[in-house]
């Protein structure tokens, strides 16, 4: 190295960027697989996986595919799934009483998860749209125009009392109802269940992003709509200082750890609540995030590899301590591609 400082610059940044191994010393931000935790669909038929269209990669598996899924999950490294339920058409009512029923299919999930890699951890999702006609995460006034909220939090107590039961580390309330989180908090307590966790999906935006996953779960299919407006209880994509108010009324009322949802479109709501808040914070890169990047790798527009790993290290630099992303497995079990996440190897033990 013999420029000549002809610029007579007394500092020049590049000097930090000149190896991979500078690089790698002052990199202030890195993803491990240890971060990310896995959704999952289970569905209630024993046939095989079922590719999901609008999300390369995922599938719905039967409940034995699903365990041997996790158990594969947990040996490469994953510390936690969130089960999603796929139900029959035919089991939805409007008022999604099937969520109450002691043997749906998560809750035979969980247990299945639970016996067999007791380690992995389950993020329970609690709201009724896999379970309702019209794919609303509560349940209707008489006038079908909204979601009532204490009825919906009185439905989602009891969906969180018999997930504990059935194995779930943390209850996950996906619902944006008010007041839900304290309710919660009471009915695990009072049935016993106090090393149960809340992860509050606090930020929860009403976004279009979450198409894919109605495809999934069929709660979109339910409605006879993709565009189902959940405006009176999802967080307008427009309010940042809102949504800080939402997790901080969480916080208070005894969440363990707070979520923001979507990710990537929300990075400044990350930073904030990382700014506000003592908790854990965890962002759901969300189906609509995971399909764009593999529709534009598809068209052979961006980068498959460095685009998703891109956008997993922005939502870490942004403050999120986890990220619950349908990426999470491929990066686990394929730990040994190029990558910029400087994946760490599996935690010791296993
Ligand atoms: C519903 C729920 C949704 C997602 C997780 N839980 C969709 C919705 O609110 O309609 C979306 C997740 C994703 O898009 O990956 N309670």
């Known amino acids: 190295m013999c420029n000549k400082n002809s610029l007579n610059l007394p500092r020049r940044l590049r000097r930090l960027r000149r190896s991979p191994a500078i690089r790698s010393l002052v990199a202030e931000t890195s993803v491990s697989v ?3 935790i896995q959704p ?3 569905k209630e038929d024993l046939g095989a996986p079922q590719p999901i269209a609008s999300m390369p990669g995922q599938f719905r598996c039967s409940l034995e595919d699903t365990v041997t899924e996790c ?3 947990y040996q490469a490294g994953i510390r936690g799934v969130a089960p999603f339920p796929k139900i029959d058409p035919v089991k939805k009512t409007p008022d999604g009483a099937d969520a109450l029923c002691p043997e749906t299919i998560v809750l ?15 993020f329970a999702d609690l709201a009724l749209d896999p379970y309702t006609t019209h794919g609303h995460d509560g349940i209707l006034n008489e006038e079908g125009s909204d979601v009532l909220n204490d009825e919906t939090v009185d439905a989602l107590c009891r969906m969180a ?5 059935a194995g779930a580390d943390f209850v996950a309330p996906s619902d944006m109802m008010d007041g839900r989180v304290r309710a919660i908090r009471a009915a695990l307590d009072e049935a016993g269940y106090t090393g149960v966790g809340i992860l509050a ?3 929860k935006f009403n976004s279009a992003y979450y198409g894919p996953f109605r495809d999934a779960v069929g709660s979109a299919a339910s409605a006879g709509t993709t565009l189902l407006g959940k405006h009176t209880y999802q967080i307008d994509p427009a309010n940042a200082r809102q949504a800080v108010d939402d997790a901080l009324l969480d916080v208070s009322e005894g969440a363990d750890m707070l979520m923001v949802k979507p990710a990537g479109p929300y990075l400044d709501v990350i930073h904030r609540l990382r700014e506000k808040t003592l908790l854990p914070v965890a962002a759901y890169q969300v189906s609509g995030e995971y399909a764009q990047i593999h529709a534009a790798a598809q068209l052979g527009w961006l980068d498959y590899t460095r685009t998703r790993d891109e956008s997993l290290l922005a939502i870490k ?5 986890f990220i619950l992303t349908y990426f999470a497995r491929e990066i686990a079990l394929k730990s040994d591609e190029p990558s910029i996440l400087s994946v760490a190897s599996p935690a010791e033990g296993i």
């Open 34 to 36: 240890s971060d990310l």
């Open 108 to 122: 035979r999930t969980f247990r299945a998860i639970k016996q067999a890699v007791p380690e992995l951890l389950i």
């Open 317 to 321: 630099r942004a403050g999120a301590d």
């Open 71 to 73: 158990l594969k999950l």
């Open 201 to 203: 999906y606090s930020a």
């Open 40 to 42: 999952i669909f289970v």
């Open 161 to 165: 009392v018999a997930s504990a039961a």
